[in-house]
């Protein structure tokens, strides 16, 4: 006899068994594009669900900053040339109440109540795209709001990394409205990674699949909203391009984030990372080949002075985070001096420091 029950279990059990089969496809993707574009690092499956990946302390201008890295589902992008970032993370989906769980584990197991009293700043990552619904849940990314709003006092900048198509705009409107709920109004900060100027360079070579007018668009909604805007570049991301090539292509990117923050009057960051050769890439490949050498710090530091008169900050990044083959970093012997005045111009936007 069929009842009314009986046909809401059969219903359930359709939908988990829907969901299941979305999360297994979702994890083949992951794992073709992988393949497909020259990967050969493994995920980190082992990784304890309950406790993020990473976390680290940064002190920019805007004051003592967080960048956490939670544990997620990886990046269903996959393609970008030189990356191993998900290599940090999970091919299979983790839960929201796993995520949850690491919400718990930042906030009662990491931070010290100092910490927590002194932070101005929170970056969001799961080395990927935090607003992918598919890797970073809905409901978690609420959960971490309200901690943050319960624990945090002073974080007056809230930043989260994610590519453009996953943003919900109706979504970071009440993001935007939770966020103002807390002890101070903290704003909302996007970041995107932009990689490269040159368009070539970016989606031909470095395969990341983002074109000007996909971004300018972005930009558009971000000015409406009132948020700020993050943009992650990459000094000599991909081989054959010269120190001075290398340069050039950070010179004009800040000249065009300039105009853009100028004609918009949106706050502006660049995070400039000098290239590493990440394990498990073609970068790295080509590398232990002889084919790619990163980036040299003075020619970071040639083309961060180009910023001085602009209206946009940068920061340079200066970690590898583990993820670099042996040698393949881009801090060199004799380059101990040059990274303390980088340490000391992320904290100041000091331009003098640089000459």
Known sequence: MVTANSILTLF???????????????????????????KTYHFDDQHEAGKPAQYWFQNPPEGFTLFIVFYTMACRWSKCLGCNLPSKMSKDHIPFDRIMAQVDYLFHSILTEEQKRDLKKII?????SILDEATFSTTALIYFIANMNLYCPNVSLLCMETRPEYIDW???????????????????????????????????????????????????????????LKTYFMMKPVPGISEEDGIKDIIDA?????????????????????????????????????????????????????????????????????????????????????????EEFNATQDFSLLF
């Open 12 to 38: 359930d059990a359709f939908e988990y068994t829907t969901s299941l089969q979305q999360d297994f496809n979702k994890k083949m993707d992951i794992e073709k594009k992988t393949r497909q574009f020259g």
């Open 254 to 342: 800040i000249d065009y984030l300039n105009g853009i923050s100028e004609k918009h009057s949106i706050d502006i960051n660049m995070h400039l990372n000098p290239t590493y050769a990440a394990v498990g890439t073609e970068l790295e490949k080509l590398f232990l080949k002889g084919e790619y050498s990163p980036p040299l710090l003075d020619s970071v530091r040639k083309a961060v002075l180009h910023a001085k008169d602009s209206g946009i900050s940068i920061y340079v990044g200066l970690d590898d985070e583990g993820l670099a083959a042996p040698g393949g970093g881009f801090i060199r012997k004799g380059d101990k001096k040059l990274v303390k005045t980088f």
């Open 124 to 128: 969001l990552s799961n080395n990927g």
């Open 170 to 228: 109706h979504e970071l409107e009440f993001l935007s409205t939770a966020l103002k709920e807390g002890h101070c109004d903290t704003e909302l900060e996007i970041a995107i990674g932009f990689e490269a100027y040159d368009d070539a360079i970016r989606n031909d070579h470095f395969q990341k699949g983002m074109p000007l007018e996909i971004f300018e668009s972005m930009v558009m909604k971000l000015v409406t909203y009132g948020f700020k």
